[in-house]
C-alpha cells in the first residue's frame, strides 16, 4: 500500500529550528520527486520546497529560501525538510507528497502531486 508518513512537527520558539521527515512506503521513492507543501489556518496550501529523483535537484518557494533545505535518502525511502530560523509565519500543517509522473523534473505545484501524507503541525511561537 502506497503511503507518505510525515513527522517531526512540533512548537518551536521563532529563530529556532526543526527537521521534518517524510517516510515513504508502498512504491520506489527514487522514482519520483518529492514536495512540500503547507497550510496555515485560514490560508491556501502553498508549496515550500521539492527535490527531484534526477539529478537531486531542488526547488525552494522565495519565502523559505535560504532558511530551509530539503534532502532525501533512497535508502532510508525518506525525504527531510531542514527548517531553520524558523518565523512565526512558518505556523502551518506540513505536507509531503509524490509527484504524479515518475523521472522528472519537480514542480511546485500541488495539481502536480498525486500522494499526499496526513501532515504534521509546525508552531513557530514564543
Known amino acids: 500500500q502506497l503511503q507518505l508518513v510525515e513527522s517531526g512537527g512540533g512548537l518551536v520558539q521563532p529563530g529556532g529550528s526543526l527537521r521534518l521527515s517524510c517516510s515513504a512506503s508502498g512504491f520506489t521513492l527514487d522514482y519520483y520527486a518529492i514536495g512540500w507543501f503547507r497550510q496555515a489556518p485560514g490560508k491556501e496550501r502553498e508549496g515550500v520546497s521539492c527535490i527531484s529523483n534526477k539529478d537531486g535537484s531542488t526547488y525552494y518557494a522565495d519565502s523559505v529560501k535560504g532558511r530551509f533545505t530539503i534532502s532525501r535518502d533512497n535508502a532510508k525511502n525518506t525525504v527531510y525538510l531542514q527548517m531553520n530560523s524558523l518565523k512565526p509565519e512558518d505556523t502551518a500543517v506540513y505536507y509531503c507528497?509524490?509527484?504524479?509522473?515518475?523521472?522528472?523534473?519537480?514542480?511546485?505545484?500541488?495539481?502536480?502531486?498525486?500522494?499526499w501524507g496526513q501532515g504534521t503541525q509546525v508552531t513557530v511561537s514564543s
Open positions: 507528497a509524490r509527484d504524479r509522473i515518475a523521472f522528472r523534473l519537480c514542480v511546485l505545484a500541488d495539481n502536480k502531486y498525486d500522494y
